[in-house]
């Protein structure tokens, strides 16, 4: 994924990213570890495979339904990446808008707290739903990628009207998005620039 808490391009698992949530103050930007570590784990371990939650069961899975219905943040991002199979191999593709505006991702978010040092820790998760028309010949899963017109209710954190939220998780149209191959190296978390978003022939 790309996404810019330092002008990252290659942002790998339990790294930080930024989320957008409501607040008193209206909204904010916040950073988090990207992989949602529940506050009954034992480890911060645990959050390193959560870094998707699956739209069709996120309003029941333990791990994702408390923040579901109380801790939703809209994580923006330039593009995200995904990889085709092809053969034995797997060709990396980078997909944004057409128009060249971010993304927002559907994401949630909770505090694990450290019982021996009573540190907290933020992380979350982004919501995944199945792929639209551009996606499917490249992955069957796509982010949820929010409308404004929906930010307002999906933000709202006393907004927990589940069939209500869970219909805004839904693949995006496919004529706003597109999607090109780009360099092997996104498959190395230590290469980390724009020329990662450069198309490849």
């Known amino acids: 994924m790309a996404n810019d808490p330092g002008g990252h391009f290659n942002v790998a698992p339990t790294q930080a990213i930024r989320g957008v949530v ?3 103050d209206g909204r904010i930007v916040m950073a988090y570890r990207w992989g949602l570590v529940p506050p009954w784990a034992e480890s911060p371990k645990i959050g390193a495979p959560m870094i ?3 739209a069709e069961t996120v309003a029941e899975k333990p791990s994702f339904r408390t923040s579901f219905r109380r801790y939703r943040c809209i994580i923006p ?7 085709r199979r ?3 191999s797997k060709t990396p593709f980078a997909i944004c808008r057409r128009d060249g505006s971010q993304l927002a991702f559907a994401g949630l978010w ?4 450290d019982k021996a040092t009573d540190q907290s820790l933020k992380s979350c998760a982004i919501i995944t739903t199945s792929a639209n028309g551009l996606m ?6 796509m982010p949820v990628v929010l409308p404004e017109i ?5 933000l709202d954190p006393r907004n927990e009207d589940v069939p209500a939220l869970q219909s805004l998780l839904v693949p995006y149209p496919d004529d706003v998005l597109r999607a090109y191959p780009v360099s092997r190296l996104v ?9 990662l978003l450069q198309p490849v022939a």
Do not use: L, M, Q
Not at 110 to 113: A, M, N, S
Not at 150 to 154: A, G, I, P
């Open 77 to 83: 991002a330039d593009a995200f990446y995904e990889w």
């Open 22 to 24: 409501d607040s008193v």
């Open 52 to 54: 998707n939650a699956r």
């Open 136 to 141: 499917a010949p490249i992955h069957d899963r």
């Open 187 to 195: 498959n190395d978390v230590r290469h980390d620039g724009p020329e």
């Open 110 to 113: 909770t505090t694990w707290r």
């Open 150 to 154: 929906t930010w307002d209710e999906w």
């Open 86 to 88: 092809d053969g034995a």
